[in-house]
């Protein structure tokens, strides 16, 4: 009897073990590989969420409105974003630059080398070319290069200008710009910027000052007339001249060339933006037309190219651009210093004869000198990179080291106080961590339902998570037939997408468990492509938001909603890889009794790893949060967390792919 009672129970276990172990990762890949949102339509919601949040520069009644808000917003761009974290010495510190003496020169000019300081160990390389004589005080013009790549400040078009200028009588100073020729490094690529914001320096502080040296070297001249200081550039140039133009009142006069454009025209048309021209909170409020017009009554020449083959095409841009900045200078009765020219002749992007005959004209006429409509021709006198090399240290420091040895200065993570004190502290750096994540709550507007299953013991449900703030995320519900709705149910976020997790989804749902496997914004088919993440993470953070809060955001509010449909009684949440883990931590810290437990695996022991190992700003977009290191690290988010119990195996030694 005892025997056939023991019988019985095995061949009940069986047959229960049976009923729920009919899923297999081959079963359930298909069903995890079905795009429930297409790449297009993350970026179109992306687009039109950005667009709801950019302000169009409004004209104030009055000229003294306007000047008065042009000083607020200077000094709060100047002082609470391009320079937000970074050491008021390095900011408020004279340029130091080193005359390596005359190098050939030519008829009516002289050229010079310079070696100057962008902060302490960093250094960069400047050319002076100045008019021969050089008698009393003559205007000046900070002739900067954009993204030339090797060739830096000896490419080709730049030198005919800058010898044009000097023989005319203007002197003329070019530097070598971030990743551009004598700083031409992998760990100089703009997109280490991000590496800075991390740590709680904004990285366009690094860039402003970068070229800020150069004007700063002019202003200080004994030859030069500081009435009469002028700034030309293009592509990257011309965002630099823009920048600094509006910002710095020492720059009279004003020729960005195809360098930028307003946000509508970026959300237009988005993709090939550097990080430090969209650098984190500068267009909260704001817009490119707006920095331009903070340019009035100061003279100023747009130049645009009409089929430009990289960046800004004149006929896209100037709706958003000139024409909404000429009301501005007509207030401060300047209509006639504020110029548009598009080149036709080559048309594409460049600063070739037209569009430098047009510069050389403007600059004339603002420094009050002969009329210039012709180019000297010095086609003879373009010198190689080698002739005008300057030599920098050899330990010269990149923008990545410098992020690494910030780092190990700045970044002192306080511990967590006693016991008995944590309680406050938690509440405390909770509400810290939702401000520098940009956390805002969001809910479900709609669960689209895309597609079922119920096949082979298993049953799914795949969606598209329509969020109330104009935004998606994907996810499918998976369990056994016949487990209820209150069975414990298991959260799963992947770096490299829901279907990757495909076999720990089959091991969960042949325990019993129900399975949500989510794919939020950025990751899986809720990302956008050509442009990517990269693009966009950044696209938000210039707006006010922070990837990273958006993502733990949706996390949190389909986690409510799954919670509330399926009266699930426990909640656990598990993540794979860098990003999901500080995703799922962020999360698990800001609602921290919303989980009973957190898994992470392939995660990071340390923020420091991103800059250490390092992973590319591409590779993890959402991480590269202004601030975040500077206030947390994943110890601090896992006391955040706190009752969710977490746990963290298998530390990566890889960067996200």
Same mark, same amino acid.
């Given at each position: 009897?005892?025997?056939?009672?023991s019988?019985?129970?095995?061949?009940l276990?069986?047959?229960?073990?049976?009923c729920?172990?009919?899923?297999?990762?081959?079963?359930?890949?298909?069903?995890?590989?079905?795009?429930?949102?297409g790449?297009?339509?993350?970026?179109w919601?992306?687009?039109?969420?950005?667009?709801?949040?950019?302000?169009?520069?409004?004209?104030p009644?009055?000229?003294?409105q306007?000047?008065?808000?042009?000083?607020?917003?200077?000094?709060?761009?100047?002082?609470?974003?391009?320079?937000?974290?970074?050491p008021?010495?390095?900011?408020?510190?004279?340029?130091?630059?080193e005359?390596?003496?005359?190098?050939?020169?030519?008829?009516?000019?002289?050229?010079?080398?310079?070696?100057?300081?962008i902060?302490?160990?960093?250094?960069?390389?400047?050319?002076?070319?100045?008019?021969?004589?050089?008698?009393?005080?003559?205007?000046?013009?900070?002739?900067?290069t954009?993204?030339?790549?090797?060739?830096?400040?000896?490419?080709?078009?730049?030198?005919k200008?800058?010898?044009?200028?000097?023989?005319?009588?203007?002197?003329?100073l070019?530097?070598?710009?971030?990743?551009?020729?004598?700083?031409?490094?992998?760990?100089?690529?703009h997109?280490?910027?991000?590496?800075?914001?991390?740590?709680?320096?904004?990285?366009?502080?690094?860039?402003?000052l970068?070229?800020r040296?150069? @004007?700063? *070297?002019?202003? !200080?001249h004994?030859?030069?007339? #500081? /009435?009469? $200081?002028?700034?030309?550039? =293009?592509?990257?140039?011309?965002?630099?001249?823009?920048?600094?133009?509006?910002?710095?009142?020492?720059?009279?006069?004003?020729?960005?060339?195809?360098?930028?454009?307003?946000?509508?025209?970026m959300?237009?048309r988005?993709?090939?933006?550097?990080?430090?021209?969209l650098?984190?909170?500068?267009?909260?409020?704001?817009?490119y037309?707006?920095?331009?017009?903070?340019?009035?009554?100061?003279?100023t020449? @747009?130049? *645009?190219?009409? !089929?430009?083959?990289?960046?800004? #095409? /004149?006929s $896209?841009?100037k709706?958003? =651009?000139?024409?909404?900045?000429?009301?501005?200078?007509?207030?401060v009765?300047?209509?006639?210093?504020?110029?548009?020219?598009?080149?036709?002749?080559?048309?594409?992007?460049?600063?070739?004869l037209?569009?430098?005959?047009?510069?050389?004209?403007?600059?004339?006429?603002?420094?009050?000198?002969?009329s210039?409509?012709?180019?000297i021709?010095?086609?003879?006198?373009?010198?190689?990179?080698?002739?005008?090399?300057?030599?920098?240290?050899k330990?010269?420091l990149?923008?990545?080291?410098?992020?690494?040895?910030?780092?190990?200065?700045?970044?002192?993570?306080?511990?967590?106080?006693?016991?008995?004190?944590?309680?406050q502290?938690?509440?405390?750096e909770?509400?810290?961590?939702?401000?520098?994540?940009?956390?805002?709550?969001?809910?479900?507007?709609?669960?689209?339902a895309?597609?079922?299953?119920?096949?082979?013991?298993?049953?799914?449900?795949?969606?598209?998570?329509?969020?109330?703030d104009?935004l998606?995320?994907?996810?499918?519900?998976?369990?056994?037939?016949?487990?209820?709705?209150?069975?414990?149910?298991?959260?799963?976020l992947?770096?490299?997408?829901?279907?990757?997790?495909?076999?720990r989804?089959?091991?969960?749902?042949?325990?019993?468990?129900?399975?949500m496997a989510?794919?939020?914004?950025?990751?899986?088919?809720?990302?956008p492509?050509?442009?990517?993440?990269?693009?966009?993470?950044?696209?938000?953070?210039?707006?006010?938001?922070?990837?990273?809060?958006?993502?733990?955001?949706?996390?949190?509010?389909?986690?409510?909603?799954?919670q509330a449909?399926?009266?699930?009684?426990?909640?656990?949440?598990?993540?794979?890889?860098v990003?999901?883990?500080?995703?799922?931590?962020?999360?698990?810290?800001?609602?921290?009794?919303?989980?009973?437990?957190?898994?992470?695996?392939g995660?990071?022991?340390?923020?420091?790893?991103?800059?250490?190992?390092?992973?590319?700003y591409?590779?993890?977009?959402?991480?590269?949060?202004?601030?975040?290191?500077?206030?947390?690290?994943?110890?601090?988010?896992?006391?955040?967390?706190?009752?969710?119990?977490?746990?963290?195996?298998?530390?990566?030694?890889l960067?996200?792919k």
């Amino acid at each position: 009897m005892m025997r056939s009672i023991s019988h019985l129970v095995v061949l009940l276990l069986f047959s229960t073990t049976l009923c729920l172990s009919q899923s297999s990762q081959e079963q359930l890949e298909p069903i995890l590989d079905q795009r429930l949102q297409g790449h297009e339509t993350a970026a179109w919601l992306l687009r039109t969420y950005g667009m709801k949040r950019i302000s169009v520069p409004r004209c104030p009644p009055t000229a003294a409105q306007w000047t008065e808000e042009t000083k607020r917003l200077r000094q709060h761009l100047l002082r609470d974003v391009v320079f937000h974290g970074w050491p008021k010495e390095w900011v408020n510190s004279q340029p130091v630059f080193e005359d390596l003496g005359v190098i050939k020169s030519g008829d009516g000019y002289r050229v010079r080398k310079l070696r100057y300081d962008i902060v302490p160990g960093f250094q960069s390389a400047a050319i002076a070319y100045e008019p021969q004589p050089l008698q009393g005080k003559v205007p000046a013009i900070l002739n900067v290069t954009g993204h030339v790549g090797a060739p830096g400040k000896s490419v080709e078009y730049v030198q005919k200008q800058s010898i044009n200028f000097a023989r005319r009588g203007i002197l003329t100073l070019t530097l070598d710009w971030l990743n551009c020729g004598e700083l031409s490094h992998p760990e100089n690529h703009h997109e280490f910027a991000a590496h800075l914001d991390l740590i709680g320096m904004n990285g366009v502080g690094l860039f402003y000052l970068a070229m800020r040296r150069g @004007l700063d *070297y002019l202003y !200080e001249h004994p030859n030069v007339d #500081r /009435a009469r $200081l002028g700034m030309t550039g =293009l592509s990257g140039g011309g965002w630099q001249t823009i920048m600094l133009g509006s910002l710095d009142e020492r720059v009279l006069t004003a020729v960005p060339v195809a360098g930028y454009a307003s946000i509508v025209s970026m959300m237009e048309r988005p993709g090939g933006d550097d990080l430090e021209e969209l650098p984190s909170d500068f267009f909260v409020g704001g817009d490119y037309a707006q920095l331009t017009a903070m340019r009035a009554p100061r003279p100023t020449l @747009l130049i *645009y190219n009409a !089929e430009d083959d990289c960046c800004w #095409r /004149a006929s $896209l841009v100037k709706p958003y =651009l000139f024409e909404r900045v000429q009301p501005f200078f007509k207030l401060v009765d300047a209509e006639k210093s504020f110029e548009w020219h598009e080149n036709t002749e080559p048309g594409t992007h460049n600063y070739q004869l037209d569009n430098r005959l047009q510069s050389y004209r403007f600059f004339a006429r603002s420094f009050r000198l002969p009329s210039i409509e012709s180019e000297i021709p010095v086609a003879n006198q373009i010198q190689r990179y080698d002739e005008l090399k300057v030599g920098l240290s050899k330990d010269n420091l990149t923008i990545l080291r410098l992020a690494q040895k910030l780092n190990r200065t700045y970044t002192q993570t306080p511990a967590a106080p006693a016991d008995k004190d944590r309680g406050q502290w938690g509440s405390s750096e909770r509400e810290k961590l939702r401000d520098v994540v940009r956390y805002h709550p969001v809910s479900l507007q709609h669960p689209w339902a895309i597609s079922n299953t119920k096949r082979n013991g298993v049953e799914t449900r795949s969606y598209f998570f329509q969020m109330n703030d104009g935004l998606g995320a994907t996810g499918v519900w998976l369990k056994a037939i016949g487990v209820s709705d209150d069975a414990p149910m298991a959260i799963l976020l992947s770096d490299k997408g829901k279907k990757e997790a495909a076999a720990r989804i089959s091991d969960l749902i042949n325990r019993g468990e129900q399975v949500m496997a989510v794919d939020l914004l950025f990751f899986g088919d809720a990302k956008p492509d050509k442009p990517g993440p990269e693009e966009y993470a950044h696209m938000l953070a210039t707006l006010g938001d922070r990837a990273v809060g958006v993502e733990a955001a949706q996390l949190i509010g389909i986690s409510r909603w799954l919670q509330a449909v399926t009266r699930a009684r426990v909640v656990h949440l598990e993540s794979s890889g860098v990003r999901s883990q500080v995703v799922a931590l962020i999360a698990s810290a800001v609602e921290s009794n919303l989980f009973n437990d957190l898994s992470t695996r392939g995660g990071m022991r340390t923020l420091s790893f991103l800059l250490d190992k390092p992973v590319a700003y591409e590779d993890a977009p959402d991480l590269f949060c202004l601030d975040l290191h500077k206030n947390f690290d994943i110890d601090t988010l896992v006391l955040l967390a706190q009752p969710t119990k977490v746990r963290q195996t298998e530390f990566s030694e890889l960067s996200a792919k």
